[in-house]
């Protein structure tokens, strides 16, 4: 149900490449980094010229990384239409299919560059956007995939941003992106309702289908999640 395929070559190259594959989505990864090591906020960048899916879906994307990661959500309900003052928008705008550019952690912030290092933060990470992708593109279908930085042909050396403490932006943003691949390419069957997960880090404790209009409680002093 879901192919992946990482593209290669200038920004304008993938993207051009992914509307000859009419691939359904487009994602592209990357850390954000700042002169400070104390940002700490997730935001997801779409084009100027983006659809309402896309930018629904990067608003769902960053605010269940902030949930996830206790971040805070930046932009417009965590999304920035056309980029930092135009940067990034050539890295989206020229797709026919949604496409996203995604920020979750600070490359500078040093408990969030151990968070990326990590196997347990790339796994949480990949989980994320591979939910997001089940949750907007129900149908499947091929999936585009784009390492921020890495393998442009103007600047083949460009890695982003050095994470505090070591490695590099674009190398941590592609093992994210190759777990999520992986997750992706193993879903036989995307459930038709919705599910409620119990999770401990990546694992799943429990799972059941629960009705599309269900309320669900959350009782923190007995500790209860109540399915109606
Ligand atoms: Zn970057």
């Not at 979750?104 to 040093?110: D, I, K, Q, V």
């Not at 401990?200 to 500790?223: H, N, P, Y």
Request: proline residues 4%.
């Amino acid at each position: 149900m879901y192919k992946v395929k990482f593209y290669k070559g200038n920004y304008i190259k993938r993207q051009k490449n992914a509307n000859k594959d009419k691939a359904i989505a487009y994602v592209e990864q990357h850390f954000n980094s700042s002169a400070s090591s104390q940002p700490n906020y997730s935001v997801v960048i779409t084009g100027s010229n983006a659809s309402t899916t896309s930018k629904n879906w990067g608003r769902w994307y960053a605010r269940s990384i902030s949930s996830s990661f206790a971040t805070k959500v930046s932009g417009d309900n965590g999304i920035l239409v056309g980029g930092w003052n135009g940067r990034g928008d050539g890295n989206l705008k020229h797709t026919e299919m949604p496409a996203i550019l995604l920020e979750p952690l600070f490359a500078s912030n040093p408990q969030q560059a151990d968070i990326i290092r990590s196997e347990e933060g790339q796994l949480k990470l990949a989980r994320i956007l591979v939910e997001s992708i089940e949750r907007f593109f129900p149908q499947g279908g091929l999936v585009a995939f784009s390492v921020g930085h890495k393998y442009k042909k103007s600047n083949p050396k460009d890695r982003g941003a050095t994470l505090v403490g070591g490695g590099t932006e674009a190398d941590y943003a592609e093992k994210v992106l190759k777990k999520a691949a992986v997750m992706l390419e193993q879903i036989d069957n995307i459930p038709e309702q919705r599910t409620l997960r119990v999770m401990q880090g990546d694992k799943v404790l429990f799972e059941t289908v629960i009705d599309e209009d269900d309320d669900l409680s959350w009782d923190a002093q007995r500790g209860v999640l109540q399915i109606p």
